[in-house]
Protein backbone atom coordinates (compact mmCIF):
# COMPACT_ATOMS: atom_id res chain seq x y z
CA UNK A 1 0.00 0.00 0.00
CA UNK A 2 2.41 2.24 1.04
CA UNK A 3 4.54 1.60 -2.36
CA UNK A 4 1.90 2.41 -4.56
CA UNK A 5 1.35 5.51 -2.70
CA UNK A 6 5.07 6.99 -3.29
CA UNK A 7 4.56 5.92 -7.13
CA UNK A 8 1.96 8.16 -7.10
CA UNK A 9 3.49 10.97 -5.36
CA UNK A 10 6.73 10.52 -7.75
CA UNK A 11 3.75 10.74 -10.43
CA UNK A 12 2.48 13.98 -9.29
CA UNK A 13 5.44 15.10 -8.14
CA UNK A 14 7.35 14.97 -12.05
CA UNK A 15 3.77 16.32 -13.57
CA UNK A 16 3.92 19.62 -11.07
CA UNK A 17 7.79 19.79 -12.44
CA UNK A 18 7.27 19.52 -15.65
CA UNK A 19 3.85 21.67 -15.36
CA UNK A 20 5.39 24.26 -13.98
CA UNK A 21 8.58 24.31 -16.40
CA UNK A 22 5.79 24.50 -19.28
CA UNK A 23 3.85 27.54 -17.62
CA UNK A 24 6.59 29.38 -16.96
CA UNK A 25 8.14 28.81 -20.81
CA UNK A 26 4.51 29.67 -22.08
CA UNK A 27 4.48 33.09 -20.20
CA UNK A 28 8.02 34.36 -20.41
CA UNK A 29 7.29 33.52 -24.20
CA UNK A 30 3.94 35.55 -23.94
CA UNK A 31 5.80 38.59 -22.28
CA UNK A 32 8.75 38.32 -24.94
CA UNK A 33 6.43 38.76 -27.60
CA UNK A 34 4.05 41.65 -26.22
CA UNK A 35 7.02 43.61 -25.37
CA UNK A 36 8.11 44.41 -28.46
CA UNK A 37 7.46 47.92 -30.55
CA UNK A 38 5.00 48.47 -32.87
CA UNK A 39 6.64 47.43 -36.71
CA UNK A 40 8.42 50.42 -37.40
CA UNK A 41 6.89 50.14 -40.79
CA UNK A 42 3.69 50.38 -39.56
CA UNK A 43 4.60 53.35 -37.31
CA UNK A 44 6.17 55.05 -40.45
CA UNK A 45 3.04 55.18 -42.05
CA UNK A 46 0.73 56.03 -39.23
CA UNK A 47 0.33 59.47 -37.02
CA UNK A 48 0.72 60.09 -33.48
CA UNK A 49 -1.22 62.66 -32.69
CA UNK A 50 0.81 64.11 -29.93
CA UNK A 51 2.33 67.53 -29.37
CA UNK A 52 -0.13 70.75 -27.98
CA UNK A 53 -3.91 70.38 -27.40
CA UNK A 54 -6.73 72.33 -26.59
CA UNK A 55 -7.84 71.56 -22.37
CA UNK A 56 -10.64 72.73 -20.08
CA UNK A 57 -11.41 71.01 -17.15
CA UNK A 58 -15.29 70.62 -16.59
CA UNK A 59 -18.11 69.10 -18.62
CA UNK A 60 -20.04 70.68 -22.20
CA UNK A 61 -21.50 68.42 -24.93
CA UNK A 62 -21.22 71.86 -27.16
CA UNK A 63 -17.46 71.01 -26.70
CA UNK A 64 -17.33 68.43 -29.60
CA UNK A 65 -18.50 70.28 -32.17
CA UNK A 66 -16.07 71.44 -34.69
CA UNK A 67 -16.89 75.08 -34.53
CA UNK A 68 -16.49 75.88 -30.78
CA UNK A 69 -14.03 78.55 -29.94
CA UNK A 70 -11.57 77.12 -27.95
CA UNK A 71 -8.97 79.98 -28.48
CA UNK A 72 -9.16 80.99 -24.56
CA UNK A 73 -8.61 77.07 -23.78
CA UNK A 74 -4.77 75.53 -21.78
CA UNK A 75 -2.90 74.19 -23.96
CA UNK A 76 -1.44 70.81 -22.76
CA UNK A 77 1.07 68.92 -24.57
CA UNK A 78 0.87 65.24 -24.77
CA UNK A 79 4.28 64.80 -26.26
CA UNK A 80 6.39 61.79 -24.46
CA UNK A 81 9.72 61.63 -23.95
CA UNK A 82 11.40 58.78 -25.63
CA UNK A 83 11.29 56.24 -24.28
CA UNK A 84 8.81 57.05 -21.89
CA UNK A 85 6.50 54.11 -20.59
CA UNK A 86 3.77 53.74 -17.84
CA UNK A 87 4.75 52.51 -14.30
CA UNK A 88 2.95 49.44 -14.83
CA UNK A 89 2.36 47.05 -17.98
CA UNK A 90 5.03 49.24 -20.07
CA UNK A 91 2.36 50.80 -22.38
CA UNK A 92 4.44 53.54 -24.69
CA UNK A 93 4.81 57.07 -25.30
CA UNK A 94 3.54 57.58 -21.69
CA UNK A 95 2.80 61.66 -20.20
CA UNK A 96 2.10 62.23 -17.43
CA UNK A 97 -2.08 63.37 -16.50
CA UNK A 98 -3.88 66.58 -15.61
CA UNK A 99 -2.84 66.51 -12.09
CA UNK A 100 0.32 67.56 -13.15
CA UNK A 101 -0.04 70.35 -15.47
CA UNK A 102 -2.16 72.41 -13.10
CA UNK A 103 -4.76 70.32 -11.67
CA UNK A 104 -3.52 68.37 -9.02
CA UNK A 105 -6.76 66.43 -7.41
CA UNK A 106 -8.82 67.22 -10.04
CA UNK A 107 -11.28 64.40 -10.56
CA UNK A 108 -14.28 64.49 -13.25
CA UNK A 109 -14.74 65.55 -16.62
CA UNK A 110 -12.49 67.27 -18.97
CA UNK A 111 -12.06 67.37 -22.57
CA UNK A 112 -9.50 67.61 -24.94
CA UNK A 113 -9.56 69.41 -28.60
CA UNK A 114 -6.99 69.39 -31.60
CA UNK A 115 -7.01 69.94 -35.46
CA UNK A 116 -6.03 67.18 -37.36
CA UNK A 117 -5.39 66.74 -41.27
CA UNK A 118 -5.97 63.45 -42.39
CA UNK A 119 -3.86 63.05 -45.85
CA UNK A 120 -5.64 62.54 -49.13
CA UNK A 121 -4.98 58.42 -49.08
CA UNK A 122 -7.56 56.38 -50.97
CA UNK A 123 -8.09 54.18 -47.87
CA UNK A 124 -10.23 54.30 -44.86
CA UNK A 125 -8.89 55.89 -41.68
CA UNK A 126 -8.81 55.15 -38.21
CA UNK A 127 -8.17 56.31 -34.77
CA UNK A 128 -6.18 54.04 -32.72
CA UNK A 129 -7.76 55.38 -29.09
CA UNK A 130 -5.35 56.29 -26.12
CA UNK A 131 -4.03 52.73 -24.68
CA UNK A 132 -4.18 54.54 -20.92
CA UNK A 133 -6.59 56.72 -19.75
CA UNK A 134 -8.01 57.70 -16.23
CA UNK A 135 -10.70 56.52 -16.73
CA UNK A 136 -12.92 56.53 -19.29
CA UNK A 137 -13.55 58.80 -22.54
CA UNK A 138 -15.46 59.40 -25.31
CA UNK A 139 -13.69 60.63 -28.88
CA UNK A 140 -15.57 62.98 -31.53
CA UNK A 141 -15.26 64.12 -35.01
CA UNK A 142 -16.47 67.27 -35.78
CA UNK A 143 -19.04 66.58 -33.12
CA UNK A 144 -19.83 63.35 -34.47
CA UNK A 145 -19.41 60.33 -31.30
CA UNK A 146 -16.76 57.48 -32.91
CA UNK A 147 -16.83 55.69 -29.73
CA UNK A 148 -15.05 55.30 -26.29
CA UNK A 149 -14.31 53.45 -23.33
CA UNK A 150 -16.86 52.62 -20.50
CA UNK A 151 -19.99 54.85 -19.97
CA UNK A 152 -20.22 58.23 -19.85
CA UNK A 153 -23.11 60.66 -18.79
CA UNK A 154 -24.62 61.63 -15.63
CA UNK A 155 -23.68 58.56 -14.17
CA UNK A 156 -20.67 56.54 -15.11
CA UNK A 157 -19.60 53.26 -15.56
CA UNK A 158 -15.94 53.56 -15.52
CA UNK A 159 -13.76 50.75 -16.99
CA UNK A 160 -10.23 49.37 -17.49
CA UNK A 161 -8.59 51.13 -20.91
CA UNK A 162 -7.87 48.77 -23.63
CA UNK A 163 -6.46 49.06 -27.53
CA UNK A 164 -10.35 50.42 -29.86
CA UNK A 165 -10.28 51.55 -33.09
CA UNK A 166 -12.44 54.13 -34.33
CA UNK A 167 -13.48 54.39 -37.80
CA UNK A 168 -13.39 57.61 -39.35
CA UNK A 169 -16.17 59.24 -41.63
CA UNK A 170 -15.44 58.21 -44.92
CA UNK A 171 -14.98 61.90 -46.20
CA UNK A 172 -12.45 62.48 -43.55
CA UNK A 173 -9.89 61.37 -46.14
CA UNK A 174 -8.16 64.56 -47.26
CA UNK A 175 -10.02 66.68 -45.16
CA UNK A 176 -9.53 68.60 -41.84
CA UNK A 177 -11.51 67.98 -38.87
CA UNK A 178 -11.61 68.76 -35.22
CA UNK A 179 -10.98 65.46 -32.72
CA UNK A 180 -12.39 66.18 -29.41
CA UNK A 181 -11.62 63.73 -25.87
CA UNK A 182 -13.85 64.20 -23.22
CA UNK A 183 -12.19 62.37 -20.29
CA UNK A 184 -13.74 61.71 -17.14
CA UNK A 185 -11.57 60.82 -13.99
CA UNK A 186 -13.22 58.66 -10.76
CA UNK A 187 -12.52 60.55 -7.32
CA UNK A 188 -9.84 58.96 -5.47
CA UNK A 189 -8.76 59.34 -1.54
CA UNK A 190 -5.38 59.26 -2.46
CA UNK A 191 -4.71 60.57 -6.37
CA UNK A 192 -1.54 60.32 -7.92
CA UNK A 193 0.48 63.37 -8.63
CA UNK A 194 0.47 62.66 -12.48
CA UNK A 195 -2.96 61.25 -12.83
CA UNK A 196 -6.17 62.13 -14.51
CA UNK A 197 -7.46 62.17 -18.31
CA UNK A 198 -4.92 60.99 -21.26
CA UNK A 199 -1.54 59.31 -20.38
CA UNK A 200 -1.52 58.70 -24.40
CA UNK A 201 -2.02 60.47 -27.47
CA UNK A 202 -4.23 58.61 -29.90
CA UNK A 203 -2.72 57.55 -33.41
CA UNK A 204 -4.27 58.35 -36.70
CA UNK A 205 -3.72 55.59 -39.67
CA UNK A 206 -5.30 54.25 -42.95
CA UNK A 207 -6.55 50.77 -43.14
CA UNK A 208 -4.52 48.18 -43.23
CA UNK A 209 -2.08 49.70 -41.03
CA UNK A 210 -4.10 50.76 -38.27
CA UNK A 211 -5.28 46.63 -38.05
CA UNK A 212 -1.21 45.82 -38.05
CA UNK A 213 -0.86 48.63 -34.70
CA UNK A 214 -4.41 47.39 -33.08
CA UNK A 215 -3.08 43.84 -33.02
CA UNK A 216 0.10 45.10 -31.32
CA UNK A 217 -1.11 47.25 -29.03
CA UNK A 218 -3.43 44.03 -27.77
CA UNK A 219 -0.55 41.94 -27.49
CA UNK A 220 1.27 44.53 -25.76
CA UNK A 221 -1.81 44.32 -23.46
CA UNK A 222 -2.49 40.81 -23.08
CA UNK A 223 1.28 40.09 -22.22
CA UNK A 224 0.75 42.56 -19.40
CA UNK A 225 -1.98 40.86 -18.10
CA UNK A 226 -0.89 37.01 -18.95
CA UNK A 227 0.83 36.37 -15.32
CA UNK A 228 -2.50 37.49 -13.55
CA UNK A 229 -4.44 34.76 -15.89
CA UNK A 230 -1.98 32.16 -15.38
CA UNK A 231 -1.42 32.18 -11.70
CA UNK A 232 -4.69 31.97 -10.72
CA UNK A 233 -5.19 28.96 -13.19
CA UNK A 234 -2.56 27.04 -11.88
CA UNK A 235 -3.86 28.02 -7.91
CA UNK A 236 -7.37 26.40 -9.03
CA UNK A 237 -5.70 23.54 -10.47
CA UNK A 238 -4.23 23.33 -7.24
CA UNK A 239 -7.36 23.54 -4.91
CA UNK A 240 -8.38 20.81 -7.82
CA UNK A 241 -5.26 18.43 -6.73
CA UNK A 242 -6.07 19.34 -2.94
CA UNK A 243 -9.64 18.53 -2.76
CA UNK A 244 -8.69 15.20 -4.82
CA UNK A 245 -5.89 14.52 -2.26
CA UNK A 246 -8.07 15.49 0.65
CA UNK A 247 -9.27 12.20 1.59
CA UNK A 248 -5.87 10.17 2.17
CA UNK A 249 -3.83 13.57 3.17
CA UNK A 250 -2.90 13.88 6.88
CA UNK A 251 -3.43 17.48 7.34
CA UNK A 252 -6.82 17.92 6.14
CA UNK A 253 -7.57 20.99 8.21
CA UNK A 254 -4.51 22.63 6.48
CA UNK A 255 -5.62 21.81 3.16
CA UNK A 256 -9.53 23.01 3.56
CA UNK A 257 -8.38 26.69 4.61
CA UNK A 258 -5.68 26.70 2.00
CA UNK A 259 -8.42 25.89 -1.01
CA UNK A 260 -10.28 28.85 0.14
CA UNK A 261 -7.03 30.86 0.87
CA UNK A 262 -6.17 30.17 -2.65
CA UNK A 263 -9.45 30.59 -4.00
CA UNK A 264 -9.23 33.85 -3.10
CA UNK A 265 -6.38 34.66 -3.69
CA UNK A 266 -7.08 33.59 -7.18
CA UNK A 267 -10.00 35.47 -7.25
CA UNK A 268 -7.78 38.87 -6.59
CA UNK A 269 -5.51 38.36 -8.91
CA UNK A 270 -7.46 37.24 -11.64
CA UNK A 271 -9.85 40.58 -11.30
CA UNK A 272 -6.74 42.52 -12.69
CA UNK A 273 -6.96 41.00 -15.89
CA UNK A 274 -10.40 40.75 -16.12
CA UNK A 275 -10.48 44.76 -15.33
CA UNK A 276 -7.57 45.37 -18.10
CA UNK A 277 -8.79 43.44 -20.75
CA UNK A 278 -12.89 42.83 -20.43
CA UNK A 279 -15.77 45.03 -18.91
CA UNK A 280 -16.83 42.69 -17.01
CA UNK A 281 -16.07 44.54 -13.84
CA UNK A 282 -16.11 48.79 -13.73
CA UNK A 283 -13.34 50.70 -11.76
CA UNK A 284 -15.25 51.16 -9.27
CA UNK A 285 -16.00 47.83 -8.01
CA UNK A 286 -12.53 46.64 -9.24
CA UNK A 287 -11.31 49.54 -6.31
CA UNK A 288 -13.65 48.17 -3.83
CA UNK A 289 -11.90 44.64 -4.07
CA UNK A 290 -8.87 45.58 -4.24
CA UNK A 291 -9.36 47.50 -0.76
CA UNK A 292 -11.01 44.61 1.11
CA UNK A 293 -10.22 40.90 -0.61
CA UNK A 294 -6.95 41.13 0.90
CA UNK A 295 -8.05 41.17 4.41
CA UNK A 296 -10.25 37.78 4.51
CA UNK A 297 -7.28 36.03 2.31
CA UNK A 298 -4.51 36.73 4.82
CA UNK A 299 -7.01 35.66 8.01
CA UNK A 300 -7.50 32.44 6.03
CA UNK A 301 -3.77 31.38 5.59
CA UNK A 302 -3.21 32.46 9.07
CA UNK A 303 -5.58 29.77 9.87
CA UNK A 304 -4.34 27.16 7.14
CA UNK A 305 -1.17 27.54 8.29
CA UNK A 306 -2.33 27.16 11.85
CA UNK A 307 -3.39 23.85 11.05
CA UNK A 308 -0.24 22.66 9.63
CA UNK A 309 2.30 21.47 12.85
CA UNK A 310 -1.64 19.63 13.87
CA UNK A 311 -4.09 20.52 16.38
CA UNK A 312 -4.78 24.50 15.82
CA UNK A 313 -4.58 26.77 18.66
CA UNK A 314 -7.86 28.41 19.25
CA UNK A 315 -6.19 31.89 20.21
CA UNK A 316 -4.65 31.67 16.85
CA UNK A 317 -7.82 31.75 14.85
CA UNK A 318 -9.64 34.28 16.96
CA UNK A 319 -6.58 36.43 16.44
CA UNK A 320 -6.55 36.05 12.73
CA UNK A 321 -10.61 37.03 12.56
CA UNK A 322 -10.46 39.93 15.02
CA UNK A 323 -7.54 41.46 12.84
CA UNK A 324 -9.17 40.98 9.75
CA UNK A 325 -12.34 42.87 11.19
CA UNK A 326 -10.01 45.68 12.42
CA UNK A 327 -8.49 46.12 9.13
CA UNK A 328 -12.45 46.22 7.69
CA UNK A 329 -13.10 48.99 10.13
CA UNK A 330 -9.91 51.07 9.51
CA UNK A 331 -10.11 51.17 5.83
CA UNK A 332 -13.53 51.72 5.76
CA UNK A 333 -13.57 54.23 8.01
CA UNK A 334 -10.45 55.55 6.20
CA UNK A 335 -8.73 55.37 9.77
CA UNK A 336 -4.94 54.92 7.78
CA UNK A 337 -3.31 54.71 11.99
CA UNK A 338 -5.92 52.01 12.81
CA UNK A 339 -5.24 50.69 8.90
CA UNK A 340 -1.15 50.46 9.29
CA UNK A 341 -1.61 48.85 12.60
CA UNK A 342 -3.88 46.06 11.89
CA UNK A 343 -1.06 45.08 9.20
CA UNK A 344 1.88 45.02 11.09
CA UNK A 345 -0.81 43.01 13.76
CA UNK A 346 -1.39 40.41 10.89
CA UNK A 347 2.50 40.29 9.94
CA UNK A 348 2.73 39.62 13.79
CA UNK A 349 0.35 37.39 13.70
CA UNK A 350 2.33 34.79 10.47
CA UNK A 351 5.38 34.96 12.25
CA UNK A 352 4.55 33.92 15.49
CA UNK A 353 2.15 31.03 13.30
CA UNK A 354 6.03 30.65 11.09
CA UNK A 355 7.76 29.80 14.70
CA UNK A 356 5.25 27.48 15.96
CA UNK A 357 5.73 25.43 12.37
CA UNK A 358 9.45 26.07 13.12
CA UNK A 359 9.28 23.92 16.72
CA UNK A 360 7.91 20.75 14.68
CA UNK A 361 6.03 19.14 12.07
CA UNK A 362 6.79 17.62 8.75
CA UNK A 363 8.87 19.59 6.10
CA UNK A 364 9.44 22.34 8.02
CA UNK A 365 11.36 24.24 5.94
CA UNK A 366 9.45 23.72 2.72
CA UNK A 367 6.34 24.92 4.68
CA UNK A 368 8.38 27.07 6.46
CA UNK A 369 9.19 29.13 2.57
CA UNK A 370 5.89 29.10 1.37
CA UNK A 371 4.89 30.99 4.20
CA UNK A 372 7.39 33.90 4.29
CA UNK A 373 6.18 33.87 0.30
CA UNK A 374 2.71 34.72 1.06
CA UNK A 375 3.70 36.98 4.17
CA UNK A 376 6.22 39.31 1.41
CA UNK A 377 3.34 38.82 -0.86
CA UNK A 378 0.98 40.33 1.02
CA UNK A 379 3.44 43.03 3.06
CA UNK A 380 5.88 43.86 0.53
CA UNK A 381 5.16 47.62 1.50
CA UNK A 382 6.21 46.95 5.14
CA UNK A 383 8.68 44.09 4.12
CA UNK A 384 10.40 45.32 0.94
CA UNK A 385 9.73 48.50 0.01
CA UNK A 386 11.76 49.91 3.22
CA UNK A 387 15.11 47.65 1.77
CA UNK A 388 14.52 49.50 -1.56
CA UNK A 389 13.29 46.44 -3.87
CA UNK A 390 11.17 47.44 -6.79
CA UNK A 391 7.53 46.85 -6.93
CA UNK A 392 7.85 45.89 -10.60
CA UNK A 393 9.94 45.02 -13.28
CA UNK A 394 9.99 44.83 -16.70
CA UNK A 395 11.70 42.08 -18.16
CA UNK A 396 11.01 42.48 -22.28
CA UNK A 397 9.82 45.91 -21.64
CA UNK A 398 6.30 44.57 -19.89
CA UNK A 399 6.07 44.80 -16.26
CA UNK A 400 5.72 42.03 -13.96
CA UNK A 401 5.01 42.39 -9.93
CA UNK A 402 7.40 41.44 -7.55
CA UNK A 403 4.20 39.51 -6.18
CA UNK A 404 3.63 37.91 -9.42
CA UNK A 405 7.50 36.56 -8.90
CA UNK A 406 6.58 35.24 -5.60
CA UNK A 407 3.45 33.53 -6.33
CA UNK A 408 5.32 31.83 -9.76
CA UNK A 409 7.44 29.91 -6.93
CA UNK A 410 4.51 29.53 -4.33
CA UNK A 411 2.27 27.59 -6.41
CA UNK A 412 4.94 24.57 -7.38
CA UNK A 413 5.94 24.64 -3.51
CA UNK A 414 2.85 24.34 -2.71
CA UNK A 415 1.46 21.59 -4.94
CA UNK A 416 4.17 19.62 -3.81
CA UNK A 417 3.09 20.10 0.38
CA UNK A 418 0.28 18.76 -0.75
CA UNK A 419 1.22 15.90 -2.45
CA UNK A 420 3.57 15.19 0.68
CA UNK A 421 0.50 14.71 3.23
CA UNK A 422 -0.59 12.27 1.09
CA UNK A 423 0.78 9.18 3.79
CA UNK A 424 3.02 11.71 5.40
CA UNK A 425 1.87 10.70 9.31
CA UNK A 426 0.26 7.20 8.04
CA UNK A 427 1.04 4.09 10.93
CA UNK A 428 3.19 1.62 9.42
CA UNK A 429 1.22 -1.42 7.96
CA UNK A 430 1.00 -4.15 10.06
CA UNK A 431 2.48 -7.92 7.96
Known sequence: MIKSIDATQRTLLAGIGLATLLIWALVIGDLARGGRP???SLRAAAILLDGPWRFHTGDDPRWADANTDDRDWEILDLTAKPGSHDGDVGLPDYVSGWMAHGHPGYAGYAWYRRVVDVPAAPAS???????????????????????????LGPHP?????????????????????????????IPRAKPGAAGGGLHSAPILAPRPVADGLHRAHWSRTIAGYVVDVAEPLAMFALIGL?????????????????????????????????VAWTDLIDLQTYSWMAKFMWMPTVAAWAMAWNRWPGRPWRSLDVLAIAIMLAQ???VAAQAAGMTSFSRFASIA??????????????????????????TVSFFGGELL???GVPGIWFPFGIGVSRTQYLYAVLAPLLAVLVVQTVGAARPPVRR
Open 38 to 40: DPP
Open 328 to 330: IVG
Open 125 to 151: WEILGPTLVEDGYEIYWNGRLLGGSGR
Open 385 to 387: DPI
Open 242 to 274: AIWRLPHSSHRGFLAFACLALALTAARRLNNAL
Open 349 to 374: LLVAVSARIARGGPMRVLALVSLALI
Open 157 to 185: RVVGTRPMAFQLPADAAGARGVLAVRAFA
